[in-house]
């Protein structure tokens, strides 16, 4: 899986960027193109059974993390969930599925009534769970030697949102280190 594409944009249109990486140009659809200058996209790669492969791009993990959220509900595919995450900004999407508002989703062209319903109904309890520890950090903290328990455990209550990995890491071992003692 490509995690993340960093590189110059030569082009960006209304829902996709190009970006310039090691002599490659990578066109990645997004709910919000960069505009010039360099930038980082967090990707999700989809293969289709027929068709092409598409590159998705997101500004955030977060963002990527809804976008994943909302093409697992059924009827709702990848260009209404870019389409969703065009119209909300991610926090604000949340609160529109945690108050279970599906009415202010309908402003989203191509989202009725029942699709609204449903998309709010599949994900409400599922971002109510809280703040989950990303995979990456539990993949690196299992690598050195922790229990994915003990990480839950020791990461309960604190918010990692806009961290990178490394300060990520650093933070979750202050806790462990304290946890193991």
Do not use: W
Request: hydrophobic share 40%.
């Amino acid at each position: 899986m490509i995690d993340f594409i960093e590189g110059e944009v030569v082009e960006s249109g209304e829902d996709y960027a190009v970006l310039r990486v090691g002599g490659f140009g990578l066109k990645v659809l997004t709910p919000s193109p960069p505009e010039g200058g360099r930038a980082l996209l967090y990707t999700e790669l989809l293969i289709p059974q027929e068709g092409a492969p598409t590159l998705y791009g997101f500004k955030t993990r977060e963002e990527r993390e809804l976008f994943k959220g909302l093409i697992k509900v059924p009827k709702v595919g990848a260009k209404v969930a870019l389409s969703i995450l065009s119209t909300f900004p991610p926090d604000e999407l949340k609160e529109v599925i945690t108050s279970g508002d599906y009415e202010r989703l309908m402003k989203v062209p191509g989202l009725g009534k029942k699709l609204s319903q449903r998309i709010v109904l599949e994900l409400k309890g599922k971002l109510k769970e809280g703040e989950e520890v990303p995979q990456e950090l539990l993949d690196v903290l299992k690598a050195l030697g922790y229990k994915v328990g003990e990480v839950k455990k020791a990461l309960k209550g604190i918010n990692l949102e806009g961290l990178t990995l490394e300060d990520s890491v650093k933070e979750a071992l202050k806790r462990l280190s304290g946890s193991r003692s």
